[in-house]
């Protein structure tokens, strides 16, 4: 298995159409957050074949994908990080959580960050010292930001909720939609697991946060509810 073998494997299932709709959809044109990103149109669960197929490409292939102009290319190289880390001892773990952080710049799209960070980066962390993800939520990075919140997400599974309400703090004041939708996201994800964690929240900051974070983080209350934070 090699670098030729899995490009290949990418680019039979390409398709122009759905790749033109994915530039669309993932904002790729000039001043957008995904300015530049080029797509071939393969769906996700066809990376998640070809992922499984080559998942033991070597460190240096999985390198080259993730430093590709290519977003499908990054994507497989991120879904064969994931199947490598779960099989890992802490030796390969502690490479690849190294790797995922030396090559922010690369996993510099909502759905990339989504499908990996909290799969590497938060289970990486679930037993170690977190001040990290501080240091990611103050990036000038939009996307070291995002991977900073959904990392927590390997810790509200565990029903470990600090992380993810200092993290939220910190980014009441971003200014970007996709953080507002990823602290949403992660406050509701807190919900689920303990209601009363989230209302402490949404008492103190509800009137200040920014409306589409509160929207998502509201997104399972009744609508008397939602009607009541709203409106604070």
């Known amino acids: ?14 398709d122009t159409a759905r790749a033109i709709h994915s530039m669309r959809f993932f904002k790729t044109g000039t001043r957008e957050y995904g300015e530049g990103d080029i797509f071939l149109g393969l769906t996700v669960p066809m990376q ?4 499984k197929t080559f998942r033991d490409l070597p460190m240096p292939t999985i390198l080259k994908l993730l430093h590709s102009t290519y977003h499908e290319y990054r994507q497989i190289a991120l879904f064969i990080l994931v199947l490598q880390f779960e099989r890992g001892d802490t030796r390969i773990q502690k490479q690849i959580v190294d790797i995922y952080l030396s090559n922010t710049a690369c996993i510099n799209n909502w759905d990339l960050v989504d499908l990996s960070a909290h799969k590497i980066l938060g289970v990486w962390l679930r037993t170690r010292n977190r001040k990290i993800l501080a240091r990611l939520a103050t990036s000038k990075s939009l996307w070291e930001r995002r991977i900073a919140i959904i990392s927590t997400f390997a810790f509200i599974a565990e029903r470990q909720f600090e992380d993810t309400i200092a993290l939220s703090t910190i980014l009441l004041q971003d200014t970007h939609d996709l953080i507002h939708k990823a602290v949403g996201w992660a406050l509701r994800e807190v919900g689920k697991k303990d209601i009363n964690v989230l209302k402490h929240f949404l008492n103190v900051h509800a009137k200040t946060m920014p409306r589409t ?19 604070m």
């Open 1 to 14: 298995m090699n670098h030729t073998a899995i490009t290949r494997a990418i680019h039979q299932q390409a």
């Open 48 to 51: 998640r074949t070809i992922a």
């Open 213 to 231: 974070m509160l929207r998502y983080a509201i997104e399972k209350f009744p609508e008397s509810k939602r009607k009541q934070y709203l409106t």
